[in-house]
Nanobody, 126 residues
Framework: QVQLAESGGGLVQTGSSLRLSCGASGRTLSPYAMGWFRQAPGKEREFVATISWSGRTTYYADSVKGRFTISRDNAKNTVNLQMNRLKPEDTAVYYC???????????????????WGQGTQVTVSS
């Protein structure tokens, strides 16, 4: 069992930056691919970014490519999402998730992830 907890959300202005972190307990994250998803009110949960177990492979949604960067530190059991040039449409609850198949192709579907955090709110004002 993996327990995930996100932190770092907040209220910021358009163009600002935030760094989200996801910490894990219960088990090391190193075998897992990790992903970030987000869900805005009234919308389905959507893929944001994913990173392989080694950190060598990353994949991003088109909407965040070039602005967001996913990274991981397996020694610290953490995964981060650096978000730059934030826009009002980035407003959502952000979730980190763990995919047991850390060696497979990048996964964008939420159903491929077995473990989820509780989420952290990101609000970008215009």
């Amino acid at each position: 069992q993996v327990q995930l907890a996100e932190s770092g959300g907040g209220l910021v202005q358009t163009g600002s930056s935030l760094r989200l972190s996801c910490g894990a307990s219960g088990r090391t994250l190193s075998p897992y691919a990790m992903g970030w998803f987000r869900q805005a009110p009234g919308k389905e949960r959507e893929f944001v970014a994913t990173i392989s177990w080694s950190g060598r492979t990353t994949y991003y949604a088109d909407s965040v490519k070039g602005r967001f960067t996913i990274s991981r530190d397996n020694a610290k059991n953490t995964v981060n999402l650096q978000m730059n040039r934030l826009k009002p449409e980035d407003t959502a609850v952000y979730y980190c998730a763990a995919d047991p198949d850390g060696y497979g192709a990048p996964q964008v579907r939420p159903t491929k992830y077995d473990y989820w955090g509780q989420g952290t709110q990101v609000t970008v004002s215009s």
